[in-house]
């Protein structure tokens, strides 16, 4: 066998891949090379990318300026350990990401990943509370149909039915839920919405260091849209009750709702933020947590006066790099105007999925559209037909949704959209 050639059967034997099974027979397709918003298969075909590689790809894939902005900073330095050393693209990234999110929030944690960057989060969030003296707060209220992240403290506060709890219940700490949202994005939300979380916050504030959510999209968990009326609702709430209030912008952050972060459809801040996916443009794995100087000064100038948590490759310096040219790169693209004009291609694109007696419901919000069926597909069989139709789409459970890169072309996203209704027209009802 040849390493560089036959690779195909190592990687069946060999690697296990996200969310799979080694004996699955849902095909994996051998991807030999990704430029703009094509994935190019190593069977030489070519498929437009609906997922941006899973929220991550903001301008396509092996986009020249990023590409330099990695080899720039590749012949100076590709890594160095953030003990006690410190290097300009990583406090050029921190400064740009004070800059541009909600204020207060003012210092920023570096992590490798969107799940680590919610431990940090937490981790924050009890230390500060320790830090006051109030020890017993260190549970987390969430949202059922959230996703957080696939660690510990990150799946704790995952909806505990997608996230599998029972199987992890030994271990897992638990925590506290509410439902869902029911008021639906650009609908008003009654204070009958917001009881179930007004009742937690009452009874259990004492054990409770934070409020941990998805603002208006939850992604991964069910891909929701809801109210900024239920945000504004909800931030009232922590500080009636004295609770944090934890935004994971991990999948929304970086213009992808048609904000720059979604907190901003309601006019809040959060306590604590958290980036990542698409804040290197795809290109490296990086995540943030962004928290105020209030917190951050407090679990300072308390005992242990530390900051618990320090990642071997916190604010790699590739990472930190791509990271700087990729926000730059949508700082000056009219991204506000792609955005919109995605919203609506998807909106028109999928419209007709409605009438299918397959789908259940059909949403857009920004650059996010969500065809919502009856029934869970079988990936054995919908995988290879949107690689038949020549993309990339990428269901789970009963959601079909799209996220193209923001530099998709009118004809690219029309090619998209009628893939998914002949794919999904197609479905057994
Ligand atoms: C993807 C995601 C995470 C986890 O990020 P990883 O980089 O996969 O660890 C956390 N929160 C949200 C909202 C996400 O979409």
Redesign the pocket.
């Known amino acids: 066998m040849n390493k560089q050639t036959d690779w195909i059967g190592y990687d069946k034997n060999y690697v296990w891949h996200p969310y799979s099974s080694m004996n699955s027979e849902v095909p994996v397709f051998p991807v030999a090379s990704a430029s703009g918003v094509k994935i190019k298969l190593q069977d030489g075909s070519e498929l437009i990318d609906g997922m941006s590689s ?2 991550c790809a903001l301008h396509g894939y092996n986009h020249p300026v990023l590409n330099k902005a990695v080899t720039d900073q590749l012949h100076s330095m590709s890594h160095i350990m953030f003990g006690g050393l410190t290097h300009q693209p990583a406090a050029q990234l921190a400064s740009t990401l004070v800059e541009i999110t909600p204020q207060p929030l003012q210092t920023v944690f570096f992590s490798d ?6 431990e940090v989060a937490m981790k924050m969030a009890i230390q500060y509370w320790g830090a006051l003296g109030q020890t017993k707060k260190q549970r987390f209220v969430s949202l059922r149909s959230g ?5 510990f403290a ?1 799946m704790s506060v995952c909806d505990p039915v997608t996230g599998m709890h029972s199987l992890f219940s030994e271990t897992l700490t638990q925590q506290f839920f509410v439902d869902s949202p029911r008021c639906l994005f650009n609908e008003p939300c009654s204070d009958n919405d917001i009881a179930a979380l007004r009742k937690i916050l009452e009874d259990s504030h004492q054990q409770i260091a934070a409020v941990i959510l ?1 603002p208006i999209v939850q ?2 968990g069910g891909m929701h849209f809801y109210s900024a009326d239920y945000l504004i609702k909800a931030r009232q709430l922590c500080d009636e009750f004295n609770v944090l209030l934890i935004a ?5 952050g970086f213009g992808r709702t048609g904000k720059l972060f979604a907190c901003e459809f309601a006019n809040i801040s959060a306590d604590i933020l ?1 980036v ?2 698409s804040l290197t443009g795809g290109y490296m ?1 990086l ?1 943030a947590t962004l928290t105020t100087e209030n917190i951050s000064r407090t679990i300072s100038e308390n005992p242990p006066g530390v900051f618990m948590h320090g990642p071997t490759f916190m604010a790699n310096p590739l990472a930190c790099a791509v990271a700087n040219a990729s926000i730059k790169l949508l700082q000056d693209s009219d991204w506000q105007q792609k955005v919109k004009t995605i919203e609506s291609l998807l909106a028109s694109g999928l419209a007709q999925c409605v009438d299918f007696p397959q789908v259940e419901d059909v949403r857009v919000l920004g650059a996010i559209g969500v065809v919502e069926l009856k029934h869970p597909v079988d990936m054995k069989t919908i995988q290879p037909a949107f690689v038949e139709q020549g993309v990339w789409v990428r269901p789970f459970g009963k959601l079909v949704y799209l996220m193209p890169p923001l530099i998709m072309s009118e004809v690219d996203l029309k090619t998209l959209t009628d893939a998914v209704v002949k794919v999904v027209s197609d479905l057994p009802g």
């Open positions: 899973w929220w990943s969107g799940s680590v960057a919610v996703y957080h992240g696939d660690t990150a998805e992604g991964a994971d912008e991990i999948a929304t958290c990542g996916k794995t995540a």
